[in-house]
Nanobody, 119 residues
Framework: VQLQASGGGLVQPGGYLRLSCLASGFAMDYFGIGWFRQAPGKEREGTSC???????YYADFMKGRFTISRDNAKKTVYLQMYSLKPEDTAIYYC??????????????WGQGTLVTVSS
């Protein structure tokens, strides 16, 4: 049972990145998947989540800039991030989730992928 996050990297302010979360060892179709992030010196926080039937939820500070989607055939959840800001710099994690972004889920977590927004 594993989630593997990828797609992070260095991007300039205003840029775009797409993160991927690949599931293996379990039927991802039945689970909500969330993206969480942890910036240096800060607590981990929820950014977005997609339920097993495709409903999406976003933290207020993400709305309009991030889009979460899923492709069950590829066992992958994506996070498209637009208009990136330096304050978006963080390690991004995916995890199985009930999509309550106010708390961290007690499910399967991926290993994280680093996003750095800097000129």
């Amino acid at each position: 049972v594993q989630l593997q996050a990828s797609g992070g990297g260095l991007v300039q302010p205003g840029g775009y990145l797409r993160l991927s979360c690949l599931a293996s060892g379990f039927a991802m179709d039945y689970f909500g998947i969330g993206w969480f992030r942890q910036a240096p010196g800060k607590e981990r926080e929820g950014t977005s989540c997609i339920t097993n039937d495709g409903a999406t939820y976003y933290a207020d500070f993400m709305k309009g800039r991030f889009t979460i989607s899923r492709d069950n055939a590829k066992k992958t959840v994506y996070l498209q991030m637009y208009s990136l800001k330096p304050e978006d710099t963080a390690i991004y994690y995916c995890a199985t989730s009930d999509c309550d972004l106010s708390r961290l889920p007690n499910g399967v977590w991926g290993q994280g992928t680093l996003v750095t927004v800097s000129s």
